[in-house]
């Protein structure tokens, strides 16, 4: 029996997800290319995407932008941009004080910390499968890692990976059982204003003055192109694809952002890199396909 056709609506939602996962992809190389220090980096890229979501929502009629239907979320909203600040500064640094491979794999641990936060929240013991899917995830941590000296930048880089993973997983959990009712794109419109604020304080203006044309446009191309527009096409994607198959497609970020970085800058992954980062992409990837879909 043939496989009825995707209608248009899903074509379209994967057509949108596909070209999210490449275009947020290209954050990797955005690291290593862009001559300022990652916080100073989230500030910009987070004004700059905050005022095209600005433009983006208003181009789409959306109403009452900032107006969120609980008056207990404009609280909980800024805790939300407080783990985004942590997240986005980290996973930039991990991958400027080591490779992108090297960030990005170590990231890519987040799947399993989700699971383990969502069985303590839920006072719940954490499943056998679980546990050991956790430890396997160390395993492939230690193998990237050659030396823990603390003066190694791939141990540095690994750490940060990890902390960018524990504030993301803690930040999507929590942005789930809080926010579940709000709107996604007023939440990350929302979260892009807040990281702003909270990355002002450390971010070096005096760099961004002096900062060149070509920089400027890297950092326009980061904002628009990869913040604003790239979770805009995720939105479109999450509204006709179900969870899991964005989870699953998303797991392509990873190979998309070490193959753009050996083809654009020559950044070459060791084969501990490799190994260690294939063993936590396949446990990323077993907690996608055992996902269970959420129940309202």
């Not at 969120?68 to 942590?86: D, E, P, Q, R, T």
């Not at 500064?89 to 399993?112: E, N, R």
Request: a positive charge; charged letters at 10%.
């Amino acid at each position: 029996m043939n496989n009825p056709p995707l209608s248009l609506s899903h074509q379209r939602g994967m057509l949108a997800l596909y070209s999210a996962s490449v275009i947020i992809a290209i954050n990797g190389v955005f690291s290593k290319v862009i001559p300022l220090d990652a916080i100073t980096i989230t500030f910009t890229r987070c004004v700059i995407a905050f005022i095209a979501m600005c433009i983006i929502l208003q181009l789409q009629n959306t109403q009452s932008l900032f107006r969120l239907h609980n008056k207990s979320s404009y609280l909980k909203i800024v805790a939300i941009g407080a783990l985004m600040s942590v997240h986005w500064s980290s996973f930039f640094h991990a991958m400027q004080t080591s490779t992108v491979a090297i960030g990005i794999l170590a990231h890519y641990s987040f799947p399993i910390m989700t699971v383990l936060l969502e069985s303590l929240l839920n006072k719940q013991r954490p499943a056998i499968k679980d546990v050991i899917s956790g430890l396997i995830v160390l395993v492939g941590v230690a193998i990237m890692v050659p030396s823990f000296n603390l003066d190694s930048q791939v141990l540095i880089g690994v750490g940060f990976g990890l902390l960018s993973a524990a504030a993301w997983s803690t930040r999507n959990v929590l942005q789930g059982r809080w926010l579940a009712n709000e709107s996604g794109q007023s939440i990350m419109t929302y979260q892009l204003l807040l990281v702003a604020l909270f990355t002002t304080l450390l971010c070096d203006f005096g760099a961004l003055s002096q900062a060149s044309n070509t920089t400027w446009i890297t950092l326009l191309l980061l904002g628009v192109v990869s913040t604003a527009f790239g979770h805009t096409l995720f939105a479109i994607a999450l509204r006709v694809i179900n969870a899991k198959s964005v989870s699953l497609i998303s797991c392509l970020q990873p190979p998309i952002a070490i193959g753009l970085s050996w083809l654009i800058i020559a950044e070459v992954p060791t084969l501990e890199t490799l190994i260690g980062g294939s063993i936590i992409l396949c446990v990323a990837l077993y907690e996608a396909i055992n996902a269970k879909p959420k129940h309202t």
